[in-house]
């Protein structure tokens, strides 16, 4: 396997150059390189320093929103190799994924979608603004194992609430957990209403992971 070169990946994001982002994912897929590796410490820690600029005030929009598509340069190339490296392999779970409804926040929500796909879950994104009856009828639809969903606004935080609620008052042939994140989010608020917490795309994934055990 070839070098990985992390910190010019994550480099790419943080600068959102899409161009580059896309060359070093097409130059690692070529020479078969370690892409969990590269995802996770390379782009992922990119989108992560991204963010955290937002929070200090260094970086506004036009900064997060070019990173946001550098990530997802670089993760058009990347996932598709991954998942045919998956074909034939049962999925670990089935994710139905989403920010919930009254919040059109999208990139960290999308960043854990990349980071499940890639370590072996069947994810189902419905994007964001999802209503709670759209996380419900498609968990149902595709037999969801965890129903994850994001929310960026203390305003929009009760609708987590309600989609615990619906997902119990379903009646679920299999048990289906909900997850839930976001920057207001805590563990204690997850505890309050009956979900798990991940405070982070990759703590997401060992969220799921630990739901399913």
């Keep these: 396997m070839t070098h990985v070169d992390l910190p010019a990946m994550a480099e790419a994001i943080v600068l ?7 060359a070093l994912a097409e130059a690692l897929v070529a020479a078969d390189g370690n ?8 782009f992922a820690a990119g989108i992560r320093q991204v963010g955290a600029l937002w929070e200090a005030g260094e970086y506004f929009l036009p900064e997060v929103v070019q990173g946001a598509e550098a990530m997802k340069a670089a993760t058009e190339v990347i996932l598709p190799r991954l998942r045919a490296s998956q074909v034939g392999h049962q999925p670990k779970g089935r994710v139905v994924l989403g920010t919930v409804e009254g919040d059109l926040h999208d990139i960290g929500k999308s960043l854990v979608g990349v980071l ?3 370590h072996g879950f069947e994810v189902h994104d419905l994007g964001s603004d999802v209503p709670t009856g759209a996380f419900v009828a498609k968990a149902r639809e595709v037999e969801a194992d965890i129903v994850a969903a994001s929310a960026l606004l203390t305003t929009t935080m009760t609708a987590q ?3 615990v609620q619906a997902v119990v008052a379903a009646g679920f042939a299999r048990p289906v957990r909900v997850l839930v994140g976001g920057a207001p989010t805590t563990p204690a608020w997850a505890a309050e209403i009956g979900a798990a917490h991940a405070e982070n ?6 969220a799921a992971e630990r739901l399913l055990r």
Excluded: C, I
């Design 116 to 118: 499940l796909s890639a």
């Design 201 to 206: 795309a990759m703590r997401a994934v060992r």
């Design 16 to 22: 959102g150059d899409a161009g580059r982002a896309r």
């Design 161 to 163: 609430r309600g989609l």
């Design 35 to 42: 892409l969990l590796l590269a995802m996770e410490q390379g």
